[in-house]
């Protein structure tokens, strides 16, 4: 069977001809070519080899704020950051004597320059561009601004999970293993007080049952701090986590937030009080007392007492006795209870808050 007889003048067609013919084919004319680069999501810029802008559509105008009059004729350089001029020139010589398709300075972060003089992060594609006796480069600009927002995001959040899977592993160990040897050697020392004789050495060894008590409470607070959003959560201790870490600029420190009982079912009078009073009270530190440290002790049993220990200068002798503590006595009062401020043994002083766990409402 003889082959099929060949078309020489579709075989010596310029590609663009190929290209157009399925236009012409369906009705439209070139110009859709045109109305295709204008509506491109990304920018478009030609430009010869030496660098002057040809044509720039209208994406180019809205991401850089030049008109296409101030940028056709100009060097594509007005796109770009001062600093980088001298090197991109440097690469459109070198682009220039091996023109082909490929991504600008890969791996690298490019920026462009606006009208205004601002500068946003682009990634840029090249592809050169022929015609009898010259040959040209079309740029394809992206801004990546969004993208790279997102990047950051996501590193963060990830990050983030690592950090939290890491704060859950040590919260475990510390639950699973370090607590309960505390517990049981706790245990231990309780049963050999009963068979000491020494009075002075059984209070020592009953002293240190209570400093493992002490210790074990600490540590699952910090169980709980490992366990708790960054922010604390929701609800009352989420808030005064908040409170301590707004205020840390102003203390030049992070204090440390100590609960005890039900905290989360505190009656919503008392609750309602408690974020307020401790604003005053760490304020009051921050302004005066010139701490290194700050612990703030928050307990909810028959009573609920809030207690701010600082080892800064002390208490003056003119605020002993209420001066200064006015508002934050007033509150206690308003709930039946008392407020009252005292200097702290070793250094610094105590203030502390305690109201009834079911108050009155008057």
Request: glycine share 8%; charged share 30%.
């Amino acid at each position: 069977m003889a082959p099929p007889e060949h078309d020489t003048k579709a075989s010596t067609a310029a590609p663009a001809d190929d290209m157009a013919r399925p236009l012409a084919d369906a009705g439209l004319d070139d110009r859709i070519m045109w109305d295709v680069v204008e509506a491109a999501p990304d920018g478009i810029v030609m430009a010869d080899l030496a660098g002057k802008v040809l044509l720039v559509n209208q994406r180019t105008e809205d991401l850089f704020g030049y008109d296409r009059g101030e940028l056709l004729g100009k060097s594509v350089d007005i796109l770009l950051p001062d600093g980088l001029r001298d090197a991109h020139a440097a690469h459109r010589a070198g682009y220039a004597t091996n023109p082909h398709t490929r991504s600008m300075a890969a791996g690298m972060e490019l920026l462009g320059r606006r009208r205004d003089g601002s500068e946003f992060p682009v990634e840029i594609s090249l592809s050169p561009v022929s015609s009898p006796g010259a040959t040209a480069v079309i740029a394809t600009i992206r801004d990546v601004t969004d993208r790279l927002a997102i990047e950051v995001e996501n590193r963060r959040i990830r990050h983030q999970l690592l950090v939290t899977e890491d704060r859950e592993r040590i919260a475990r160990d510390l639950h699973d293993t370090v607590i309960q040897r505390l517990f049981a050697a706790g245990m231990t020392l309780q049963g050999a007080a009963a068979r000491v004789d020494d009075t002075e050495a059984r209070a020592r060894v009953e002293r240190a049952v209570d400093e493992l008590d002490a210790t074990i409470k600490e540590i699952r607070q910090a169980i709980f701090a490992l366990q708790a959003p960054p922010d604390g959560g929701p609800g009352l201790r989420g808030e005064l986590v908040r409170l301590t870490n707004e205020l840390r600029p102003a203390l030049g420190f992070s204090p440390r937030l100590q609960f005890d009982g039900a905290i989360e079912v505190i009656d919503p009078l008392v609750a309602e009080n408690l974020v307020p009073v401790l604003r005053e009270a760490l304020s009051n530190v921050a302004r005066h007392a010139g701490a290194s440290e700050v612990r703030v002790i928050l307990t909810a049993h028959d009573e609920v007492a809030l207690e701010v220990l600082d080892d800064g200068v002390g208490v003056p002798d003119s605020v002993v006795g209420g001066n200064g503590l006015g508002n934050l006595t007033a509150r206690a009062e308003k709930l039946g209870g008392r407020c009252a401020a005292r200097r702290r043994e070793g250094g610094g002083s105590v203030l502390e808050w305690r109201v009834p766990a079911h108050p009155r409402s008057d």
